[in-house]
């Protein structure tokens, strides 16, 4: 069965940059819908991009146009979100999840990742 694993979290000042990945194994990423969601603490989770399976369609949330950029390779079954100008707020758990569309409930998503934590000092 499909298995989603993050990386790419860590701790960064405010206006620098992570690159996280979503590596994907059991299924090839391109019959799925993959969006990254982010929770932090004594908040919802939240959706913060998607890319559809075949690569076509990217949505962002209002508060990262601009600055995240979703991406995915194929051949490395892997999805990505480059962070660019991260702010104080970014500071979350970041989790990439499968779904069949790009919708921004998390229920809809029915395979999840671990999660990776990205901290954002001031």
């Known amino acids: 069965q499909l298995q989603l694993v993050e990386s790419g979290g860590g701790l960064v000042q405010s206006g620098g940059s992570l690159r996280l990945s979503c590596a994907a194994s059991?299924?090839?990423?391109?019959?799925?819908?993959i969006g990254w969601f982010r929770q932090a603490p004594g908040k919802e989770r939240e959706g913060v991009s998607c890319i559809s399976g075949s690569g076509d369609t990217t949505n962002y949330a209002d508060s990262v146009k601009g600055r995240f950029t979703i991406s995915k390779d194929n051949a490395e079954n892997s999805v990505y979100l480059q962070m660019n100008s991260l702010k104080p707020e970014d500071t979350a758990v970041y989790y990439c999840?499968?779904?069949?569309?790009?919708?921004?409930?998390?229920?809809?998503?029915?395979?999840w990742g671990q999660g990776t934590q990205v901290t954002v000092s001031s």
């Open positions: 059991g299924h090839t990423l391109d019959a799925y819908a």
């Open positions: 999840a499968a779904g069949w569309g790009c919708t921004w409930y998390h229920a809809d998503f029915a395979t």
